[in-house]
């Protein structure tokens, strides 16, 4: 029994250590509303100061989307969030450094998203 | 619902298939005494999956995208090792169940049996943080409208009767059929899984070639049709497959397959060697 233990440690250990950003819910005018529909892709924001940026990602489609924050070149993916389902809302939380991104969205899942710049200032 | 019942069918389907596989196999060798432990694995992944889910979606931190990425790659890659040693762990104690090394095969499976604990849980696991991570978004939604934790929960519900349908043609094959079919379905599953691993660490920019596509065909194949559920849900086909990933997986497919095919032949369950009702019955009276 000692192997899968060790092997749970381990994610565990990943899981606490790495992925240490908060998920303060008081700090909630930190977080962007991010609405995904068919044709649409409202981010509530379009500047945010640098460090723990959440985004909350709400699917008011009918087909499953995702949403991803691109770095200034639009390949590079800082963070993404899938499998969001219709009525569904999601967080995406990543440390961002100042500097231009684009935001996205993807309906379906498919193509280049919906896109739109958005700007981490100096915080 | 639709949209989240595909999402919960494509989680469960791998995680399903694998253990159906792993129970119907040990039911044909007459280990039924070993099952508690399957059941142990899958219970503990799905615990832990839900409680640390839980714990990031409603306590006070979150699981940043990267760390994500890195531990749904991790443990995927870990996941294709521990299925690869379940097909050729299957290929050799099938050749000892043939009959005369009885207590060669007792070592062979009580070796395999903290194996078999960590193959039902890594089968389950591997998902299973971001199944749960799901299933929670969608408890959260349920203050105004409860249709995506019902179609979410339907769909992993599905899956679960797949693999138990699965279960139960597989259990009915000769041993010989039984090796050859699940052996080949799991070497394909396996290399689906350690391309989608790959696929996770180039997204969290820990391997590169993200944007280096070798195909493109989302639009003939959409993530969110039926079809495109089932081939991702069972051997984690991508219709955006990156060259890293293609190359991983024939990396891995064609050793293995290789190797696969080989076992079975120098394995006497091969064809018309052996009558598969008598094999059937062997282990049975060995087990007791």
């Known amino acids: 029994m000692r192997q899968p233990i060790s092997i749970l440690t381990f994610a565990v250990v990943l899981i606490g250590c790495v992925a240490c950003t908060e998920n303060d819910k008081d700090s909630n005018e930190g977080s962007i509303k991010v609405r995904s529909t068919a044709d649409a892709c409202e981010v509530s924001a379009a500047e945010a100061p640098s460090g723990t940026v959440r985004f909350e990602v709400t699917n008011d489609g009918s087909e499953v989307t995702e949403f991803y924050l691109y770095g200034d070149d639009g390949l590079r993916v800082v963070g993404e969030v899938e499998d969001i389902g219709p009525g569904i809302t999601r967080n995406l939380v990543v440390d961002v450094a100042p500097g231009d991104y684009f935001t996205a969205c993807k309906p379906g899942m498919v193509g280049d998203g919906i896109r739109a710049p958005f700007t981490v200032t100096e915080g | ?288």
Do not use: C
Not at chain 2, 152 to 176: E, F, P, W, Y
Not at chain 2, 196 to 219: K, N, R, T, W
């Open chain 2, 1 to 288: 619902m639709w949209a989240n019942f595909l999402i919960g069918l494509r989680e469960g389907l791998e995680a399903s298939l694998v253990v159906g596989i792993l129970v119907a196999y040990l039911i044909k060798s007459g280990h039924r005494d070993l099952l508690p432990r399957v059941w142990a694995g899958v219970a503990f992944a799905v615990l832990v999956s839900l409680g640390a889910g839980a714990a990031l979606t409603f306590g006070p931190r979150g699981l940043s995208f990267k760390a994500q990425e890195t531990v749904g790659g991790t443990l995927s890659i870990v996941a294709v090792a521990f299925v690869t040693w379940m097909i050729f762990w299957m290929a050799r104690t099938s050749r000892l169940l043939q009959g005369v090394l009885e207590g060669r095969m007792a070592t062979a499976i009580s070796r395999g049996g903290l194996s078999l604990v960590l193959v039902a849980t890594l089968a389950v696991g591997r998902e299973g943080l971001e199944t749960a991570l799901f299933l929670w978004a969608a408890a959260q939604a349920t203050g105004s409208s409860t249709q995506p934790l019902v179609g979410g929960a339907l769909g992993l519900l599905t899956a679960v009767v797949l693999g138990l349908l699965i279960h139960r043609g597989a259990v009915r094959l000769d041993l010989g059929k039984f090796f050859r079919w699940t052996g080949a379905v799991l070497v394909f599953v396996a290399a689906g899984v350690l391309a989608y691993g790959i696929h996770d660490l180039q997204e969290a920019a820990i391997l590169p070639g993200l944007h280096s596509l070798a195909f493109d065909v989302s639009s003939a194949v959409p993530p969110s049709s039926w079809y495109g559920t089932l081939l991702k849900g069972t051997i984690n086909f991508s219709p955006k497959t990156t060259w890293l990933e293609l190359v991983a997986w024939f990396a891995y497919i064609v050793p293995v397959l290789t190797l696969f095919i080989l076992a079975l032949r120098s394995s006497p369950t091969g064809p018309s060697k052996v009558p598969p009702t008598k094999t059937a019955n062997i282990p049975a009276s060995a087990a007791t």
